[in-house]
């Protein structure tokens, strides 16, 4: 199966991303982590643009061959990044569920956004004007949502894990 997390930065995204994937065993791919590799590399003169995403999606598709659930951790903000993953999943002959987590308290949000460390050397993290001036298409057809405004990372993990494991799907879009 493919898990496939999307959020702005700092709803605590990453956090249940990496709590579910310990919990579960799953592998863990991150766009941030591909993205701050090609940075390092020093090889691209300009923006990453979708190096990053691409990376992530080879990574994710040759861990669902091998059999292995797959978390995937990426803002995820439009259409054509949240439709790729479907592929990858379709390609890989896996289901996919789709997860927008959010903070609906944006004081909490702010607070979050502005206290998080950073993820390693050369990593910087948006601001919160750049956060709230992100370009972010509607979802469409429903994901499974998860507000982390009023629960820690234990009950958001125990909440996508009881919505998951229902008799019927969850609402959203499957490959």
Same mark, same amino acid.
């Given at each position: 199966m493919l898990i496939i997390f999307g959020g702005l930065p700092g709803t605590g995204k990453t956090t249940v991303a990496r709590a579910? %994937?310990?919990?579960?065993? !799953?592998? *863990?791919? +991150?766009?941030?982590? %591909?993205?701050? %590799?090609?940075? &390092? =590399?020093?090889?691209? #003169? =300009?923006?990453?643009?979708?190096?990053? *995403?691409? /990376? &992530? *999606?080879?990574?994710?598709?040759?861990? @669902?061959?091998? !059999?292995?659930? /797959?978390?995937?951790?990426?803002?995820?903000?439009? #259409?054509?990044? +949240?439709?790729?993953? @479907? =592929?990858?999943? &379709?390609?890989? !002959?896996?289901?996919? /569920?789709?997860?927008?987590?959010?903070? =609906?308290? #944006?004081?909490?949000?702010r607070r979050r956004a502005e206290a998080r460390a950073t993820d390693g050397p050369g990593a910087r993290n948006p601001s919160w004007d750049e956060i709230t001036n992100r370009h972010y298409e509607d979802w469409g057809q429903s994901p499974l949502v998860i507000d982390t405004a009023a629960q820690d990372v234990e009950q958001s993990v125990a909440e996508v894990m009881s919505r998951l494991a229902l008799g019927s799907r969850p609402p959203g879009r499957y490959a």
């Open positions: 579910l %994937a310990k919990q579960t065993g !799953g592998t *863990y791919v +991150r766009v941030d982590t %591909a993205e701050q %590799a090609i940075r &390092a =590399s020093d090889v691209l #003169k =300009s923006e990453v643009g979708p190096a990053g *995403y691409m /990376v &992530a *999606y080879g990574v994710a598709e040759d861990n @669902l061959r091998l !059999g292995n659930t /797959v978390v995937a951790d990426s803002v995820n903000c439009i #259409k054509i990044t +949240r439709d790729a993953w @479907l =592929s990858v999943a &379709a390609r890989s !002959g896996v289901p996919a /569920v789709e997860i927008e987590i959010i903070c =609906s308290d #944006k004081d909490e949000h």
